[in-house]
Nanobody
Framework: QVQLVESGGGLVQAGGSLRLSCAASVRTFTLYRMGWFRQAPGEEREFVAAISWSGIRTLYADSVKGRFTVSRDNNKNTVYLQMNSLKPEDSAVYYC??????????????????????WGQGTQVTVSS
């Protein structure tokens, strides 16, 4: 069983930054690719970013490319999402996700919720204008 616990959400002004963390309780963290999704009120959960087991491959939604950076520390079983130049439309509950398919090819399509088996409870990010 994989348990994921997100932290780092909060209220920030537009243009500001936040770093989300997701700690995974799992025996072998490197067996999992990790992802971040977000869901705004009344909207579907959407893909934000993903990272392969090694950290070599990353994938981003167009809406966050150049502003957000996903990374992982395999020694700490933790994945991060550094969010810069935040906009009010980034406001949402952010979810960490894990899947036991460690990698993905270069040029992979964007992920959807069916591509990840395990989910955290989410952390709220609110960006004020």
């Amino acid at each position: 069983q994989v348990q994921l616990v997100e932290s780092g959400g909060g209220l920030v002004q537009a243009g500001g930054s936040l770093r989300l963390s997701c700690a995974a309780s799992v025996r072998t963290f490197t067996l999992y690719r990790m992802g971040w999704f977000r869901q705004a009120p009344g909207e579907e959960r959407e893909f934000v970013a993903a990272i392969s087991w090694s950290g070599i491959r990353t994938l981003y939604a167009d809406s966050v490319k150049g502003r957000f950076t996903v990374s992982r520390d395999n020694n700490k079983n933790t994945v991060y999402l550094q969010m810069n130049s935040l906009k009010p439309e980034d406001s949402a509950v952010y979810y960490c996700a894990a899947d036991p398919k460690p990698s993905f090819p270069d040029g992979a399509r964007l992920f959807n919720i069916q591509d990840f088996a395990y989910w955290g409870q989410g952390t709220q990010v609110t960006v004020s204008s």
